[in-house]
């Protein structure tokens, strides 16, 4: 069995991307087989079930509605999810609006990009530079202007310990225009909120991002490097050496507004 497809590190995987999830849940919850995020953001990558792995569905969905009223919200199924949960949500009147890759790579073996010219990848070392790097991954993803500085807040708060999430932001003349975070827990380093400005596309700042988060998490000792891939981002990952070894796909309830799922700009599909 290929390392990366032991049921072990995938566990792994999935355990890192639940963590980093409910890093945003600011007025969220968690109990046994049930996690939730609550942002209280008005975007539905923001809010959501990233697992639900026991227990009863419908005393599930009962807690998630009320916990999320009046938010955009998905619900998200994959390996770790309860079998059959699936069909509760269809009969619930959820649909399926979107699928994930979640991908994984050797440390040792991830392709390096030829530099950008002029770019340069740092970590984001105070307020400020945290402040410029929530604008640019919020306009990167088309979300609403009137949500950033609430998620700068949330971002400003998050509860991880120092080491465990690092931020990175490419920079062309001063100003960032793509970022990136690793998150290294549950053994593995994973990568996420990689995002480029629209007008900055196409130059390879995105995998000068990701290799720069994989090369700080191989610096750290980990050797297993994991992400949640958008539409736009997948050819980019699996030129990096990167390969699909599970899928999340994304649920939202039918008479909700449009929900635009993780990782992805406007009508595109999955981002963060």
């Known amino acids: 069995m290929d390392e990366l497809t032991h049921p072990k590190v995938i566990a792994q995987q999935l355990a890192n991307a639940r963590e980093f999830w409910l890093g945003y849940g600011a007025e969220g919850r968690r109990r046994s087989g049930l996690f939730m995020y609550r942002s209280g953001v008005a975007d539905a990558q923001l809010n959501g079930v990233v697992t639900f792995s026991g227990g009863s569905f419908k005393s599930a969905l009962e807690e998630a509605e009320t916990a999320f009223s009046g938010l955009p919200w998905l619900w998200w199924v994959g390996p770790d999810s309860r079998p059959g949960v699936v069909g509760d949500l269809e009969s619930h009147r959820f649909s399926h609006v979107g699928s994930m890759p979640v991908m994984a790579i050797r440390l040792d073996r991830v392709r390096r990009p030829s530099p950008t010219p002029s770019l340069e990848v740092n970590v984001v070392e105070d307020a400020a530079e945290l402040a410029e790097w929530v604008r640019c991954w919020t306009w990167a993803f088309g979300m609403d202007t009137d949500l950033t500085a609430k998620i700068l807040r949330i971002e400003a708060a998050r509860p991880e310990s120092p080491?465990?999430?690092?931020?990175?932001?490419?920079?062309?003349?001063?100003?960032?225009?793509?970022?990136?975070?690793?998150?290294?827990?549950?053994?593995?380093?994973?990568?996420?909120?990689?995002?480029?400005?629209?007008?900055h596309r196409g130059r390879g700042i995105g995998m000068q991002l990701t290799a720069a988060a994989l090369q700080a998490g191989h610096e750290q000792g980990l050797s297993i490097g994991t992400l949640q891939a958008s539409s736009l981002g997948l050819r980019v990952y699996e030129r990096m050496g990167f390969a699909e070894v599970s899928r999340y796909r994304l649920f939202a309830a039918r008479n909700a507004e449009p929900a635009r799922t993780p990782n992805a700009p406007r009508s595109v599909g999955p981002r963060l």
Do not use: H, M, N, P
């Open 163 to 199: 080491g465990r999430l690092t931020r990175f932001a490419a920079r062309l003349d001063g100003r960032i225009v793509g970022t990136a975070a690793l998150y290294s827990s549950q053994g593995v380093a994973g990568v996420y909120v990689v995002s480029t400005l629209k007008e």
